[in-house]
Nanobody
Framework: VQLQASGGGLVQPGGSLRLSCAASGSILSISDMGWYRQAPGKERELVATVTKGDSINYADSVKGRFTISADNAMNTLYLQMNSLKPEDTAVYYC?????????WGKGTQVTVSS
């Protein structure tokens, strides 16, 4: 499985961004996908995940502001980010899991600053 994330950028506090992640390869084997982020000097953390059965999980820090979604085939994953805060600044990574392993895409930088 190959993952390509896009949509990052610089946005002012309170603004919005939409991240996309295109999956290719053995996408039929994907059971769930998610977004993680890593800020400078911090460990990578979960942002949101969605399963093939549409079960969704969010980190407490993004609940009510971020929305994760995926198409039925799980070949495209999205993260709609609203009401962005400076503490959301990080490199955002797309993740896909199969029965056997997890796959990671290259990250996309999100910077929230005035």
């Amino acid at each position: 499985v190959q993952l390509q994330a896009s949509g990052g950028g610089l946005v002012q506090p309170g603004g919005s961004l939409r991240l996309s992640c295109a999956a290719s390869g053995s996408i039929l084997s994907i059971s769930d996908m998610g977004w993680y982020r890593q800020a400078p000097g911090k460990e990578r953390e979960l942002v949101a995940t969605v399963t093939k059965g549409d079960s969704i999980n969010y980190a407490d820090s993004v609940k009510g502001r971020f929305t994760i979604s995926a198409d039925n085939a799980m070949n495209t994953l999205y993260l709609q980010m609203n009401s962005l805060k400076p503490e959301d600044t990080a490199v955002y990574y797309c993740n896909a899991r199969t029965f056997y392993r997890a796959y990671w895409g290259k990250g996309t930088q999100v910077t929230v600053s005035s």
